[in-house]
Nanobody, 115 residues
Framework: QVQLVESGGGLVQAGGSLRLSCAAS????????MGWYRQAPGKERELVAR???????NYASSVKGRFTISRDNAKNTVSLQMNSLKFEDTAVYYC?????????WGQGTQVTVSS
């Protein structure tokens, strides 16, 4: 089992910045990817950004150039720096980890962007 704990959500004005962090614990050996997803009210959960063990990343087109994902393998953490936030970025953000073929999820952290 992998436990994921997120922090850093909150309320911010449009154009502002937030940084989300996620700490992984438990059976972390074998994690090959970590990432962030989000789910807005009435919408499906969607990928925001993902980082693989080799450091390669991919982003949703809606956040490219504004969000940056990073990973500290020594501390087993993954972070998401979110700049130039928009109202439409408002959602619950979930940290995820893929260990072998199973996905694990954090409890989610609310990000609210006021227009």
């Amino acid at each position: 089992q992998v436990q994921l704990v997120e922090s850093g959500g909150g309320l911010v004005q449009a154009g502002g910045s937030l940084r989300l962090s996620c700490a992984a614990s438990g059976s972390i050996f074998g994690i090959n990817a970590m990432g962030w997803y989000r789910q807005a009210p009435g919408k499906e959960r969607e990928l925001v950004a993902r980082i693989l063990n080799d450091g390669s990343t991919n982003y949703a087109s809606s956040v490219k150039g504004r969000f940056t994902i990073s990973r500290d393998n020594a501390k087993n953490t993954v972070s998401l720096q979110m700049n130039s936030l928009k109202f439409e970025d408002t959602a619950v953000y979930y940290c995820s980890a893929r260990r072998i073929v199973k996905d694990y999820w954090g409890q989610g952290t609310q990000v609210t962007v006021s227009s």
